[in-house]
């Protein structure tokens, strides 16, 4: 197969981009440098055009295996067969820690006499651009022919040689011997990389790094494996110099195979706000909380005269985010076209404010006390929303369909002005409360007058919907609805019956919902699935709630890593990881372990 499955990968990073590392020893994906750059490596987008970087032995029959070294985010793939066995190992110095953009690959014959193959062959500018190859003494330079000229400098001791680009090594290693290459940024590296040691060195620095992070975690709870990778993987999706999260580190990958629904994830979502920061605190990660919040403020201060926001921003903050399609890529297994920039970001979705909002609720409440100066802003974004709660909008799921007026965005203006109300209430701040009272009492009686459908016994997808969503899940959850209101256990009810599959949740039924404006199908939630779980817990039916949990956990890929979604026969589909799915799986895992134990 020319496509390895999505869920056969594995992530390293630096904490500015990552790399995804399959279990056939090839990194078929990463953009450089940064999460939003170019990719260099997108073999999984287009296996002939899209340039990869492999590194494998060459066996018959191997067995494999990948993981990651306990408590780290550096993997270990390991070949077994009756020839011996050998091992890769791939990680990416932290960049914060002193050290430039590295990527470390080392090769071990563990057991036998072994053969070996590296190919080193990127396609700058997303494949668009040729580039330079230049070999020297235990180094190839490779320079894109770009407008950013970016360099790459391969550093190795064994000989290589030059083909289309490309450049190869074959080698053999008998029993203990190893080899390794790094890949380095040519303009930023300081040569440490030349160093006969460095390998060594950086691989007991990275690791010492990781585990000391983790090693902060206050989770003491059942799954803790589970909850400690996904705290990993978040930690890796964020972009140190800002402290912001990218929803995803990919772009392209399709919620169908063959279908249209590729979408760049590589930007950070308001929405994912209060879902960070809650996730994080709850961890007692309260730096990279305060980073985030650091982040979410500078976005505030940054808001449109009339105090709007948008829905997304590039990791630095920039608002362009201008979509194109690659149409020289075939696409991940034939699904295109393939995109890059994200077109939702001049959406209207009112439910961000909500998220918004209570995101700077929690900060507050378990964080630091937030700023005069963020009030100030604060004001301002609620008096927009005060404003314009009642418009039709695209939505949480960001449909291109046409705008409609949906629960989830009424939910969450809601939790807005709540919020709102509640930090002016316990900071003193100075509001119009009244107003904000009176707005967030408005929205509270539309829900139940126009959004309840008293025949299906049910709140529904948007006003007049005959059908139900998975973003409903989020009621109990912001206290907006209690979790054993009869109405809402009702609602729940109408949920598991038609977008439940055993233990796994769709967002909503295609083609019975609010038109998105696409063709085609697509996979159950992951994240809808772990909301379901807690939605559950609290409703106090802990059997099933654990039962169901324990099953979703179960459809994470070899390494406890999520995709978006989930296709028909569980393989994972859409960008990966998803960084909203681990803050699903921690939240649910957190309220889950604590009523287990009887604890509030």
Not at 201 to 209: L, P, S
Not at 310 to 335: C, F, K, N, V
Not at 336 to 358: C, F, K, W
Request: proline fraction near 4%; aromatic fraction near 12%.
């Amino acid at each position: 197969m020319p496509y390895e499955p999505i869920e056969n990968y594995g992530v390293i990073g630096d904490l500015q981009t990552v790399a995804l590392v399959g279990m056939n020893g090839s990194i078929d994906f990463m953009c450089f440098p940064h999460f939003d750059s170019p990719s260099i490596f997108a073999a999984l987008l287009d296996h002939k055009k899209g340039g990869c970087f492999q590194l494998a032995p060459i066996l018959r029959g191997e067995h494999r295996k990948q993981i990651y070294f306990p408590d780290t985010n550096m993997l270990l793939t390991r070949f077994l067969s009756t020839d011996g066995v050998a091992e890769v190992s791939d990680f990416m110095p932290i960049k914060t820690e002193g050290h430039a953009h590295h990527l470390v690959r080392r090769a071990k014959a563990v057991r036998g006499e072994l053969s070996f193959r590296m190919i080193c062959a990127p396609a700058f500018d997303y494949g668009r651009a040729g580039h330079k190859v230049e070999a020297k003494r235990g180094e190839v330079l490779f320079t894109s022919e770009a407008a950013d000229r970016l360099a790459l400098r391969l550093r190795t001791s064994l000989p290589v040689r030059i083909e289309n680009g490309a450049v190869i090594a074959e080698f053999n290693l008998a029993a203990g011997e190893t080899a390794a290459f790094v890949l380095e940024d040519a303009v930023e590296s300081h040569g440490a990389a030349a160093d006969p040691d460095y390998v060594v060195t950086a691989f007991k620095e990275t690791m010492n790094f990781w585990r000391r992070w983790i090693r902060k975690s206050s989770y003491k709870g059942r799954w803790r494996e589970m909850v400690n990778r996904s705290a990993l993987t978040l930690k890796l999706l964020t972009y140190a110099p800002t402290g912001a999260l990218v929803a995803a580190p990919t772009f392209g990958l399709p919620e169908e195979i063959g279908g249209e629904r590729n979408w760049d994830y590589r930007f950070t979502w308001i929405r994912d706000a209060s879902f960070t920061v809650y996730g994080l605190m709850r961890l007692g990660y309260t730096e990279e909380a305060a980073a985030f919040m650091s982040w979410i403020e500078n976005r505030c201060h940054d808001c449109s005269s009339d105090g709007s926001l948008q829905i997304m921003y590039g990791l630095d903050g920039r608002r362009e985010l201008i979509e194109e399609t690659l149409p020289h890529w075939e696409g991940y297994a034939g699904s295109s076209p393939v995109r890059i920039g994200n077109r939702a970001a001049g959406q209207l979705q009112l439910d961000i404010y909500g998220e918004l909002m209570d995101s700077v609720y929690i900060y507050n409440k378990f964080g630091e006390p937030i700023s005069y100066d963020l009030w100030q802003s604060l004001i301002r974004v609620t008096n927009w929303l005060c404003a314009n709660w009642e418009q039709p909008d695209e939505g949480i799921w960001e449909v291109r369909g046409g705008r409609r007026e949906f629960l989830y965005s009424r939910l969450m203006a809601w939790v807005a002005v709540d919020r709102a109300v509640r930090l002016s209430l316990k900071r003193s701040f100075p509001a119009p409360l009244a107003h904000w009272l009176r707005v967030r009492d408005e929205i509270y009686t539309d829900i139940y007058r126009n959004f309840w459908n008293a025949d299906l016994r049910s709140f529904v997808q948007y006003k007049g919907a005959q059908t139900v969503d998975a973003s409903s899940l989020l009621m109990p959850l912001v206290k907006f609805s209690g979790p054993t209101d009869p109405r809402w256990l009702s609602t729940l009810g109408a949920i598991e019956n038609s977008l439940v599959e055993d233990s796994l949740v769709y967002r909503y039924n295609i083609g019975d919902s609010a038109s998105d404006g696409l063709s085609g199908k697509e996979g159950t939630f992951n994240m809808c699935s772990f909301w379901f779980v807690e939605c559950l817990s609290r409703a106090g039916d802990l059997e099933k709630a654990r039962f169901f949990f324990e099953k979703a956990i179960g459809y994470a890929n070899h390494l406890g890593l999520y995709s978006e979604e989930l296709g028909p026969s569980g393989e994972h589909l859409g960008n990966f990881p998803q960084a909203f799915t681990h803050l699903a799986l921690i939240s649910t895992a957190y309220n889950l372990d604590r009523t287990l134990s009887g604890l509030k």
